[in-house]
Structure formats: structure tokens, C-alpha cells
């Protein structure tokens, strides 16, 4: 089960921790899952300027069959440009390999309690005996005690391991990204170990979202947005940057089905254009088209002599008509129109509710930016809801240097809810990776 009580403030360096080297040679192998790719980081000791980065693109779902024999290719590619001999392996598995949730137990003697968490997840999950569990005391009182779980499939990490071991490479330690993050700012802002913080990593295309309990990740989450949307050209709107979601969907089908409901008649458009050429001005004309149009909106079943007469009436006040055209008119048959889904629109809200429009490129950039902080206020929001988890702190954002300026401008906002906290800029842009260094300090109940 992995079961075991440690304190979640004591961080000192002792016998039970095991730092990276400062000498050796650290290798540490992570995924992308997104961009697929296979992301390889080399290190002289912890000498970040002599880093290596290699990425190796692949095609297969991750960990399926096919993606097992590319990943046999690239390990063999990346031994051909370098040497594992008596280097450390960290191993860094994406977060979608891993679940975590949190179970309240009441309080027993520790005997009973792991005998009592054994039972309830094994009536919580029907495929126990294929899962891995590691487990901490996330929080306890006299009434109850609240673990926090890390899950993966015992068959992912044999299908993983089975590939390294071809290439004789054995894993120090083996971990998943969002908890080798939340290592790497525990490390370089020391001040954090003992608080409770949400912490964003703000990429390229991504923000990945970790919560971060007493200095233990608790659970994490993935956000679309990412640099390439803090546009300092215009204000962007989230819910035009994607597809339509699920509540979309739904309102747009429902409106669907209840068009089909109706059967829909169509005119021949050269009886219109011929109608049209005989009248000597557009108001004629435009009669002619209304004229149709409310028949068949006051009768949808009408068939195409109503129509006719209809028009005919305007076309020939006389009541004389073509009869060539008579013999030829047929009944039209039902056409059914294609679905053809808009690109969505921005939300028109009221003129109180909308923020002035920034008139500088920076402020351009932090309206586009408060996207990102939004979702962290809902996830602290949530999180305080519930009442055996203590309050958060503060939220720490790891971004780019060159837009950090954003950090400044919310702060200076003042929200009086929290506060916004940068880390130091050596390994900004690989907090995933050199965070598997620290797996051995860390966290250790979220290694795998």
C-alpha cells in the first residue's frame, strides 16, 4: 500500500532524503503528451547552464504498442549522440498517467486505519488488484483523517520499465510531471515548503496547475492557455479560442431537433427571378418574396400550388396566369439543410460589467493574462469550500522573464485575496524535468 506517516514540515537534508548529484552526470527522460515528444534532459551535476535538451517526436498513443517500439527507436538514437554509463536516471511520466484523490477515514490506531483504507478502496476501485497506491495523511483531527492517494496502473510502469531495462537504463526515481514541478519550486524558493499554493506553470500552449498542500502536491490540473495567447495586439475572449464545450452542444442540438420537427418546403428560385423581371420596381419584387415567406410560415405544409396562387395574385392581379408554368410547377419535395456551426462569437456583456479597453501593449497583455488567473481563483474557490483543507496562501506563477510584469500589475490590483508570488528564472522553462532531480527530497509519496 505504501502507507506511511511523515511530517510536512520537516524538509532539512537527512538520511531518509537523497539529493541529485553534484558531480555526476543526471539524466532525466520526460513527456510531452501534447506535442508528443520525448523530451531528454542532460546535466553536468547541477551546473544549469550546461544543460542538453533533446526532443524526439512520436506518433502512437502513449504506451500503447506502437508508441513502445518508437520509444525503443529514440532511446537508441539518443545513446548513438551520448553515453549513459554511471549517469543518474530520473524517469518523468506525463500527468495523464496518473490520478489522485483523497479518502476520509475516521479516526483509528494506525493498525486499523491501513486496514481500513485497504478496504475502502478496494470497494472504491473494481480494478485494485492493477493499481498502485502511495498514500499520506493530507490532514487529522479527533473525528476523522483525510488521506490523499497517487494511483497508476501497475502495468503502465512494467510496460515503462521493460523499455529502459532493454537499453539497460534503470530509473533512480520515477515520478509524474505536475509533482517534479511542485519540486523544482520547493527547492528554489525555500520559503514555500511549510504553505498552501496553487501553483501555474505557464507555457507555450499550456498552463499546468498544480495545488500544493503543507509542501505536498495534492492534485493538479491542465489548462489550454498558455504565452501564445498573452497577445499584446487585442483583448482575447477564452470562449472563442476553442471549439464549442459541452453546454454549447447541447442548446445547439436541442434547437436542431426541434427544427426537423417542422417539414420545410422549398420554391424554385427562377420562378422568382422570372416573377422579379416582370415588375417594374424592387418594392414589387420584394412583396413577392415576403408574400412566400409568410405562407409557408403560416402554413409549413403547404404544397406548391398554395404557393403559387400566392404569388401569382401579385404577379397577375388580373387573375391571368401562365398555364405552361402551371403544368410545369411540381409538388417540391423536402430538403433538408445542413448543419453548418459558426465560428462562435464573444459574450455581449452589459457596459458596467466590461473592464476599459488597455490602451498600452502591456495592459493589452494582462487583460489576455487574467484568463489564466481565473482559473486559479476557481480552483481556490472550490478548494475552500472545502472545510477540512486549511486556507491558501497565495498563488505562485512561473512565466517567462520577459513577462513577468504581468505578476506586478495584478498585484497591484489588490484582490485582498491572495498574492501572486514569482520563482527564480534559472530553469523557468523546464520546471518538469529538473524537478525529477529533487524526487529524492520531495514529495516522496508521489514517486512511483
Not at 479518502?103 to 498502485?132: N, V
Not at 479527533?142 to 515503462?160: A, D, G
Request: hydrophobic share 40%; with cysteine; glycine share 4%.
Amino acid at each position: 500500500m505504501g502507507l506511511f506517516k511523515s511530517s510536512s514540515t520537516d524538509f532539512s537534508v537527512s538520511s531518509r532524503q537523497i539529493p541529485p548529484s553534484k558531480r555526476g552526470k543526471n539524466v532525466v527522460i520526460g513527456f510531452d503528451t501534447v506535442n508528443k515528444q520525448v523530451r531528454i534532459l542532460a546535466l553536468k551535476g547541477l551546473d544549469w547552464n550546461s544543460g542538453a535538451l533533446e526532443c524526439f517526436d512520436y506518433n502512437g498513443q502513449f504506451l500503447s504498442d506502437e508508441f513502445l517500439a518508437e520509444f525503443a527507436d529514440i532511446l537508441s538514437r539518443y545513446l548513438k549522440l551520448t553515453s549513459l554509463g554511471g549517469a543518474n536516471v530520473y524517469l518523468a511520466l506525463p500527468d495523464n498517467c496518473v490520478a489522485m484523490d483523497d479518502i476520509s477515514l475516521p479516526a483509528l490506531s494506525k493498525r486499523k486505519l491501513q486496514e481500513t483504507l485497504a478496504t475502502e478502496l478496494q470497494k472504491f476501485y473494481k480494478s485494485y488488484k492493477d493499481l498502485q497506491f502511495r498514500s499520506m495523511v493530507a490532514s487529522s483531527n479527533k473525528q476523522n483523517v483525510v488521506y490523499c492517494m497517487t494511483i497508476v496502473r501497475k502495468q503502465y510502469l512494467s510496460n515503462m520499465y521493460s523499455a529502459l531495462s532493454a537499453k539497460r537504463i534503470n530509473p533512480k526515481f520515477t515520478s509524474f510531471t505536475s509533482n517534479c514541478t511542485v519540486n523544482c519550486a520547493l527547492q528554489f524558493k525555500s520559503s514555500l515548503r511549510k504553505k498552501n499554493f496553487i501553483l501555474l506553470d505557464v507555457k507555450e500552449d499550456r498552463t499546468n496547475i498544480a495545488y500544493v498542500l503543507k509542501g505536498h502536491t495534492a492534485s493538479f490540473a491542465q489548462v489550454m492557455l498558455g504565452t501564445q495567447h498573452l497577445s499584446d495586439k487585442e483583448v482575447l475572449q477564452e470562449n472563442t479560442l476553442y471549439d464549442h464545450d459541452v453546454a454549447d452542444l447541447a442548446i445547439l442540438n436541442a434547437k436542431e431537433r426541434a427544427k426537423m420537427r417542422a417539414l420545410t418546403v422549398d420554391v424554385d428560385e427562377n420562378q422568382i427571378v422570372s416573377a422579379e423581371g416582370d415588375l417594374n420596381n424592387m418594392e414589387q419584387a420584394l412583396s413577392v418574396y415576403d408574400t412566400v415567406t409568410q405562407v409557408l410560415s403560416d402554413n409549413p405544409h403547404a404544397e406548391a400550388n398554395t404557393v403559387q396562387q400566392a404569388v401569382s395574385e401579385i404577379v397577375n392581379p388580373d387573375g391571368e396566369q401562365d398555364e405552361e408554368e402551371t403544368e410545369e410547377l411540381q409538388p417540391v419535395q423536402p430538403v433538408k439543410k445542413q448543419k453548418v456551426f459558426v465560428r462562435k462569437q464573444p459574450k455581449k456583456l452589459p457596459k458596467f460589467m466590461l473592464r476599459p479597453t488597455p490602451e498600452t501593449a502591456e495592459g493589452i497583455v494582462y487583460e489576455n493574462f487574467r484568463m489564466i488567473m481565473k482559473w486559479a481563483l476557481l480552483y481556490k474557490s472550490k478548494l475552500e469550500r472545502i472545510e477540512s483543507l486549511p486556507r491558501i496562501d497565495s498563488v505562485v506563477v512561473n512565466i517567462d522573464s520577459n513577462l513577468q510584469f504581468v505578476v506586478d500589475m495584478a498585484n497591484k490590483e489588490n484582490f485582498n485575496t491572495f498574492e501572486l508570488l514569482t520563482l527564480p528564472q534559472p530553469v523557468s522553462r523546464n520546471m518538469d524535468l529538473v524537478g525529477a532531480l529533487f524526487t529524492g527530497m520531495f514529495n516522496k509519496h508521489c514517486n512511483l
